[in-house]
Nanobody
Framework: QVQLVESGGGLVETGGSLTLSCAAS????????MGWYRQAPGKRRELVAT???????????STADSVKGRFTISRDTGKNTVYLQMSSLKPEDTAVYYC???????????????WGQGTLVTVSS
């Protein structure tokens, strides 16, 4: 069984910074990609950033709420952990942030997708 546990959420003022962590546990051989998604109240879950085994990254870059230049995703492959450094936070970044892992190979199974329980980030205005 693979589990993802997020940490690091909390309350921060506009312009502040937070770093989220997500650790995957289980008999894991490899994880193809890990990422962060978020879901604000009344909205759909949306991609924030992903990082693949080779280190390639992808960030949310919509005109309305881009995170490029403000958020940085990184990964410690040996620890099966992914991080999201968030800076210049805005009230519209307020959401529950979920960690995901895709292409997980364990001792007994190949798992397409795993989700964490989420961690709340609140940015006060």
């Amino acid at each position: 069984q693979v589990q993802l546990v997020e940490s690091g959420g909390g309350l921060v003022e506009t312009g502040g910074s937070l770093t989220l962590s997500c650790a995957a546990s289980g008999s894991i051989f490899s994880i193809e990609a890990m990422g962060w998604y978020r879901q604000a109240p009344g909205k759909r879950r949306e991609l924030v950033a992903t990082i693949r085994t080779g280190g390639s990254t992808h960030y949310r870059d919509s005109t309305a709420d881009s995170v490029k230049g403000r958020f940085t995703i990184s990964r410690d492959t040996g620890k099966n952990t992914v991080y999201l450094q968030m800076s210049s936070l805005k009230p519209e970044d307020t959401a529950v942030y979920y960690c995901s892992a895709n292409g997980v190979i364990t001792r007994t199974a190949n798992i397409q997708e795993v989700w964490g329980q989420g961690t709340l980030v609140t940015v006060s205005s």
